[in-house]
């Protein structure tokens, strides 16, 4: 079974900051990483993903998330932030590419 | 092309009644599966079908959920009756095969009062 821990519920930051998303995963077995994205009265979208080769992975919008296998985390970061930047992330995991394991979610809040 | 659809957006039902969730999946697309999302809880898998066929339904919570998926296109998820803890967004997301990315609908509101 797995399991995935997103650290931080909300995340306030001023508009231009830098950003870093928190996510924790555990599992016996190797597992593909992602983050979803959902935008506010909108369905979940994927924001990137990991499934092998470099740790580092760049996805839309500017994010990028880097896998560290010894610290079981995929982190997602971004430079700077824009006010649309603002949404609900989900971290998720699978053993498969089939069914996902989420985390709790972390609300990105972006002020001027 | 038409992304994965969700009927209807928001249901707001009483307690005993009977709701019933509708998902069209990408056209082409053989799997199909359910999530739903209690407030404040992550989301969670309900289950999967292979075409018509139940592939996994571990995640079915109780058998007041009945998740169906008649000629392989698209599915209902009834709940009844329906109880308080079952409000909650309910998430269809369909792939072309079991080894591809699954693409989400919006997503369903349920609010059982």
């Known amino acids: 079974a797995q399991s995935v821990t997103q650290l931080d519920s909300q995340v306030p930051v001023f508009e231009e900051a830098p950003v870093e998303l928190r996510c924790n995963y555990s599992?016996?077995?190797?597992?593909?990483l992602f983050w979803y994205v959902q935008y506010p009265n909108q369905g979940l979208q994927l924001l990137l993903k990991?499934?092998?080769?470099?740790?580092l992975v760049k996805g839309i919008n500017g994010f990028e998330a880097e896998f560290n296998k010894s610290q079981t985390s995929f982190h997602l970061r971004k430079p700077s932030v824009h006010i649309s930047d603002t949404a609900e992330y989900f971290c998720?995991?699978?053993?498969?590419?089939?069914?996902?394991?989420f985390g709790k979610g972390t609300m990105l809040l972006v002020s001027p | 092309e038409a992304g994965v659809t969700q009927f209807p957006s928001h249901s707001v039902i009483e307690k005993g009644q009977t709701v019933t969730l509708r998902c069209d999946p990408i056209?082409?697309?053989?799997?199909l599966y359910w999530y739903r999302r209690v407030m404040g809880k992550e989301i969670k898998f309900l289950l999967h079908?292979?075409?018509?066929?139940?592939?996994?339904e571990s995640g079915m919570p109780n058998n007041r959920f009945l998740a169906e998926r008649t000629g392989g296109t698209y599915s209902t998820l009834k709940v009844q009756p329906a109880e308080l803890e079952d409000s909650g967004v309910y998430f269809c997301?369909?792939?072309?095969?079991?080894?591809?990315?699954?693409?989400f609908g919006q997503g369903t509101r349920l609010t059982v009062v």
């Open positions: 997301a369909s792939s072309h095969n079991s080894g591809a990315e699954a693409f």
């Open positions: 056209s082409g697309h053989d799997n």
């Open positions: 990991y499934l092998s080769g470099s740790t």
């Open positions: 998720a995991v699978t053993p498969g590419y089939s069914t996902l394991t």
């Open positions: 079908f292979v075409k018509e066929s139940k592939q996994d």
């Open positions: 599992s016996s077995v190797s597992v593909y």
